[in-house]
Each structure stands twice: as C-alpha cells, then as structure tokens.
T-cell receptor, first 111, second 117 residues
C-alpha cells in the first residue's frame, strides 16, 4: 500500500532549464511534506519542506508546491545545474510522527 | 558532519549468520527510524523507535528482524539467520521530539550496505 507515489522513475533536463518533480499521495491526514535528495552511496539529504497549511515554500532555486485538493506535491528546480543530478524522494508525515516515502525520481541534468 | 552515524558502512555476512547494524542519532534527537532500500527501489519503512520503546514496527518482517533503542547507546537493527534476500542498504534516520520542535525533518545516516554471501 504505497501512500506516497512518484510515478516518474527518471527525468532528464537540460542545464539551465526548469526541473519539475512530481509526487502524489493518498492520505489526507498527512500534515507535513518533504523532499530529499540522494547521491549514490550516501544517505538522503533533506532539501525542502512544506506544512499542509501552506501551498508554496521557496528556498533559493528550489520551490515546493502543495495542492491539497489534488493530493499533489511538486518540486521545482530552476535553473537546473549538473550538480542537481541525483535521486529525489518525496516524503509525507502522518499523525504519530511516521514518515512515508515515495520510490524516488532519478534526475539527470545534462550540461 | 555531526549527524546520524551508522556503522558499519559495509557488512558482509554468510547465510545463516547474524547481522547487527548500529545507528547513533543526531544529538538531541530522541526518535529513530530504520528504512531498507533494495536495489532499484525506494526507501521502505521498517520500524520507528523512541528511547526504550518501539512505536511502530509495521514494516518489519515478522521473523528474524528486531530493533531496539536502549536508554544508553545506539539503536540496533538485528537480523538473525540472514538470507540472500536481506542484501540491501539499511538507512537510519532521526528526528527531534515532535512536540518540542514542530515540523522538523528526519536526518539520515549514510547507511549500512549489507551483503549476504
């Protein structure tokens, strides 16, 4: 039962363009959403988050959008850089401080 | 990085042996989570612990797997009688107490890569 889904296993984007990573969830009780970035042989690194009471949070080149009615979360990276190439996981927190992760999207930024 | 520390980074075991994976959370963090990542797959939740308590172990296989987070010392994920299918990367994450800090992300260690011969 996958409560958080990332339907695109991979994405390729030209350097300088926008990368848009998508995530869908099923549990309307999730109250906090996060994006993590993961390089090979390393643990996931926290990138950006958003509370369920907001619809947008921006941090430099990274912006997370939350559409609660559609149960949809997205991460925008602009401009994309080769160093952004990694696997990106979205995650959501349920009551009881439990976190659910998507299966990841592998982003490749082409120089 | 005085973050979440996992050891060993790599662990090789033969079928039937026991594997012990350790995780020291970030300073001040009282919640620990264990995840497993199989090749070409995402992070699968295994267990969520607070000091001396298992809060949620719904992701743990019913047999051979156990976890603890004692009052003193690191959290331990223990796999008894390992089989080939246990080969994976095991990640630990920690977070502060929710009630003290509101919305706080989990912070991950770099994982233990378990290989079963």
């Amino acid at each position: 039962d996958q409560q958080v889904k990332q339907n695109s296993p991979s994405l390729s984007v030209q350097e300088g363009r926008i990368s848009i990573l998508n995530c869908d969830y099923t549990n309307s009780m999730f109250d906090y959403f996060l994006w993590y970035k993961k390089y090979p042989a390393e643990g996931p690194t926290f990138l950006i988050s958003i509370s369920s009471i907001k619809d947008k949070n921006e941090d430099g080149r990274f912006t997370v959008f939350l559409n609660k009615s559609a149960k949809h979360l997205s991460l925008h990276i602009v401009p994309s850089q080769p160093g952004d190439s990694a696997v990106y996981f979205c995650a959501a927190r349920a009551t009881g401080n439990q976190f659910y992760f998507g299966t990841g999207t592998s982003l490749t930024v082409i120089p | 990085n005085a973050g979440v520390m996992q050891n060993p980074r790599h662990l090789v075991r033969r079928r039937g042996q026991e594997a012990r994976l350790r995780c020291s959370p970030m300073k001040g963090h009282s919640h620990v989570y264990w995840y497993r990542q199989l090749p070409e797959e995402g992070l699968k939740f295994m267990v969520y612990l607070q000091k001396e308590n298992i809060i949620d172990e719904s992701g743990m296989p019913k047999e051979r797997f156990s976890a603890e987070f004692p009052k003193e010392g690191p959290s331990i994920l223990r796999i008894q009688q390992v089989v080939r299918g246990d080969s994976a990367a095991y990640f630990c994450a920690s977070s502060p107490s929710e009630t003290l800090s509101g919305n706080q992300p989990q912070h991950f260690g770099d994982g233990t890569r378990l290989s079963i011969l």
